[in-house]
């Protein structure tokens, strides 16, 4: 990932937070693998529930991939209808909420307008009704409404807004966890690389030597088919890489909302940059981001907001988000492998996500509970052909 704006925003003594490493235990109750927001929730429930000795560690820093080079985007309005039921939408909003009030983060609640060309408006009224019917707030605005709500856009048709959506700074939401994390003895141990994970007895190899563990939380984003692939599973889930782009600051209010247009979606971050991108790039691991890309973003921009075309946008980045083939994530026990867990394959959502997936992770490794409405997230629902070796 290059020159992400998160990581430029941060005090220094926090940056140095998210670098600072603990030495490798020799053993663990609970060894969670990946230092990402979903990994630190994991870890973070796990511990509030009493597991002694918690153990996180990651090849790189703390949120160094996916997590640290995402928009921080809170959208549970927007997104109630794709997720696997309303109660997991309202789950993941208050589960947040809780957070936010523990740990600082820069949360803006400026709601979300999701653009809708002429001629959608019968389709938006429909939305409009299910996500209220979800539990979720949604009106549809059009005109001198749109116009007023968000001055700055030149917008023809319909939207939607979602008044109850926000984003925050993801590093520092996760500095603040990672900050109780070690402050209630749990070991973050960076720049160890897991290469190899055993069953039984449970033990993981890394780079920075070997530990014996009574369970292992496989939270590696995009890369958890690489591990699991060590036990013989192979969940589909791949990175489908994303590209953000940032200006300097501008004066505070000069974007009013989060703005969803037809390909890329724009916000106005705590701190005063404009942000906005979010594409879909199916390149593999392959780092980096494509000019075309960052052109089409600037394109899309430049339409909704001509008044602001000729600001300069000064930091360009990407990030692999965990994509997994039916859209949900994959929380719970590997198939076949007692004492193994993934919490992984978020895509789009994994921000909004981590917390109730920590819960949820929680609830099954501790008590062998699974909730109902998660039953979308369980691992098992891949049959065993599509999930050896691709
Ligand atoms: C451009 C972009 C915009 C996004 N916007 C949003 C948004 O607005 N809202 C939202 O909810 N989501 C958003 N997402 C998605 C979100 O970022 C992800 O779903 C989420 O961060 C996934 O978290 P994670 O902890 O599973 O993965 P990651 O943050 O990628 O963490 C996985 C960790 O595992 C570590 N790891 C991998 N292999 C190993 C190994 N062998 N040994 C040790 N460690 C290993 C990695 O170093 C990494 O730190 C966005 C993503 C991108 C790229």
């Known amino acids: 990932m290059q020159d992400a704006i998160w990581s430029r925003t941060l005090l220094p003594a926090t940056r140095d937070a998210l670098l600072a490493s603990d030495p490798l235990p020799t053993t663990a109750d609970v060894v969670v693998v990946g230092a990402g927001l979903v990994g630190l929730c994991a870890a973070l429930s796990l511990r509030r529930r009493g597991v002694d000795k918690v153990v996180v560690m990651d090849r790189r820093s703390v949120c160094g991939e996916s997590t640290g080079a995402s928009a921080g985007g809170l959208w549970p309005g927007h997104e109630c209808l794709t997720l696997a039921s309303p109660d997991i939408a309202r789950n993941a909003r208050?589960?947040?909420?809780?957070?936010?009030?523990?740990?600082?983060?820069?949360?803006?609640?400026?709601?979300?307008?999701?653009?809708?060309d002429e001629g959608e408006a019968s389709r938006g009224l429909a939305r409009v009704e299910r996500t209220r019917k979800a539990g979720f707030a949604a009106e549809l605005l059009t005109g001198g409404d749109l116009a007023a709500c968000e001055p700055l856009l030149r917008h023809a048709g319909a939207a939607i807004r979602f008044p109850g959506d926000g984003s925050i700074h993801p590093l520092k939401l996760a500095a603040g966890i990672a900050e109780w994390l070690r402050g209630n003895g749990v070991k973050i141990c960076l720049n160890a690389e897991v290469l190899g994970i055993a069953p039984a007895p449970i033990a993981v190899t890394t780079s920075a030597g070997r530990m014996a563990a009574g369970s292992i939380v496989v939270a590696a984003g995009a890369w958890t088919p690489l591990l699991t692939k060590m036990l013989g599973w192979r969940p589909p889930i791949r990175p489908i890489r994303g590209t953000l782009l940032a200006t300097d600051k501008q004066p505070a209010g000069t974007l009013r909302s989060i703005v969803i247009g037809q390909r890329y979606y724009y916000w106005q971050l705590a701190c005063g940059p404009l942000a906005g991108g979010g594409s879909e790039e199916d390149v593999g691991f392959e780092a980096g981001s494509d000019g075309a890309v960052a052109a089409d973003i600037r394109r899309e921009w430049g339409s909704l907001f001509p008044s602001l075309r000729g600001l300069r946008f000064t930091s360009c980045w990407s990030g692999f988000r965990p994509f997994c083939e039916d859209m949900q994530p994959v929380i719970g026990r590997v198939p076949g492998c007692d004492g193994v867990y993934v919490s992984a394959g978020h895509f789009r959502k994994g921000i909004l996500l981590a917390p109730l997936s920590g819960e949820l992770l929680a609830d099954q490794l501790l008590e062998n509970r699974q909730w109902r409405s998660a039953k979308a997230f369980r691992p098992d629902r891949f049959p065993l052909a599509a999930q050896l070796c691709q």
Request: with cysteine.
């Open 94 to 116: 208050d589960l947040h909420a809780a957070l936010r009030e523990e740990f600082a983060c820069d949360y803006v609640g400026c709601g979300v307008l999701r653009l809708m």
